[in-house]
Nanobody, 126 residues
Framework: QVQLVESGGGLAQAGGSLRLSCAAS????????MGWFRRVPGKEREFVAA???????YYADSVKGRFTISRDNAKNTVYLQMNSLKPEDTAVYYC????????????????????WGQGTQVTVSS
């Protein structure tokens, strides 16, 4: 059982930055691609960014150029650096682990992720 714990959410002003962290409980963290998703109340959860086992990255168009996903396999941690924040980035952010062990690619589809953190709230004021 993989446990994922997000941290780093909070309140930021528009144009500001926040860094989210997601710590995984297992040493097999390095065998999984990882992703960040977010949900606004009343809307579907949406893809934000993903990183492969080898470090390749993929972003939603809405965050491209502003957010950066990275991972530190030695610390079993994935990060989401969020810069130039906008009020529309306000959401609960979730990290997730791809269900396909040793999968070499990246995926934006929520159905391919089977372990989820509890979420961390990010609020951006205008």
């Amino acid at each position: 059982q993989v446990q994922l714990v997000e941290s780093g959410g909070g309140l930021a002003q528009a144009g500001g930055s926040l860094r989210l962290s997601c710590a995984a409980s297992v040493r097999t963290f390095s065998t999984s691609a990882m992703g960040w998703f977010r949900r606004v109340p009343g809307k579907e959860r949406e893809f934000v960014a993903a990183i492969s086992r080898s470090g390749s990255t993929y972003y939603a168009d809405s965050v491209k150029g502003r957010f950066t996903i990275s991972r530190d396999n030695a610390k079993n941690t994935v990060y989401l650096q969020m810069n130039s924040l906008k009020p529309e980035d306000t959401a609960v952010y979730y990290c997730a682990a791809d269900r396909r062990t040793y999968y070499s690619g990246i995926d934006f589809r929520e159905k391919e992720y089977d372990y989820w953190g509890q979420g961390t709230q990010v609020t951006v004021s205008s």
